[in-house]
């Protein structure tokens, strides 16, 4: 098993100046190439889709929430075979599934703070959901119970215990349970390992969880949960002006600065109940 932290020796300098040695936690941080295979007619063709860099482990997970992510899957039985071997992983398309490669229009490097730097235009950013926002209405939540999402995400993180360097995305039931957490040194690569795993087990969409988010909740972020049918995200941090706009337009209830008991409501503030005029102020 691939570890997901590695020590170093370093000196730490403390107040007066004084120097010690000692052996830091760090998180791994390596590339992952994800290859497509795909059969077109009789024709087989395979290609490196991205390389983006990660900390390992739920690879292929990983792999499948992206392609879910720009619209290359769009159903669970669409997934042939899955295989991970060191830092790539090869995704098998089921025999007369069509590639859009136009959706697939990015650089081939990704970074791991960016999920969608590259793209050739900001339109095509805007990838279509299978799951259109006005077909369920996602979960009414109460106001104290989203106060008590940050410090069960913050309880779940493991690795950030040890390492202090990653970020975490968990989804949590309308009662306000945690059901499944990933950590990453990419925010999208967390979400995209939830929704992979997700895939995997044939609960997508996600219209009944709550997307919980360690920092800041970025376009491609909201654009991500989009795709995996989520109608509730709630994000430690702050939200980016570009996804308030998608959030707005998908109909999503957007939170953003989920501490210290209290939180501002960026979109669907009806979703969100027990808050007096909270609808009114757009902060709770």
Known sequence: ???????????????GGAAETFFDTLAVEEPLE????????CEKHERPIAVTMRTPGQDVELA??????????????????????GNLVRVELQAGVRVDLGALDRHVYVSSSCGV???????SVRTRSSF???HQPGPLLDAR??????PALRAAQSVFDVTGGLHAAALFDERGMLTNLREDVGRHNAVDKLVGAALLKGELPLYARV?????RASFELIQKATMAGLRVV????????????????????LLGFVRDSRFNVYSGAERITGTGSCHEALTC
């Not at 098993?1 to 107040?15: A, D, F, I, P």
């Not at 994800?34 to 007619?41: N, Q, S, V, Y």
């Open 234 to 253: 709630a994000a430690v941090g702050a939200p980016s002006s570009l996804a308030v706009e998608l959030a707005r337009e998908s109909k999503m209830t």
């Open 211 to 215: 997307l919980a988010l360690s920092g």
């Open 34 to 41: 994800i290859r497509l295979a795909w059969t077109d007619g």
């Open 132 to 134: 259109p926002a006005t």
């Open 64 to 85: 499948l929430g992206f392609l879910w992510s720009e619209g290359v899957i769009t159903q669970h039985d669409q997934v042939g075979r899955c295989s991970a071997d």
């Open 117 to 123: 730097c590259g793209k050739a235009s900001i339109g």
């Open 145 to 150: 119970l989203v106060n008590g999402i940050p």
């Open 1 to 15: 098993m691939t570890s997901v932290t590695s020590r170093v020796q370093v000196e730490r300098v403390n107040s």
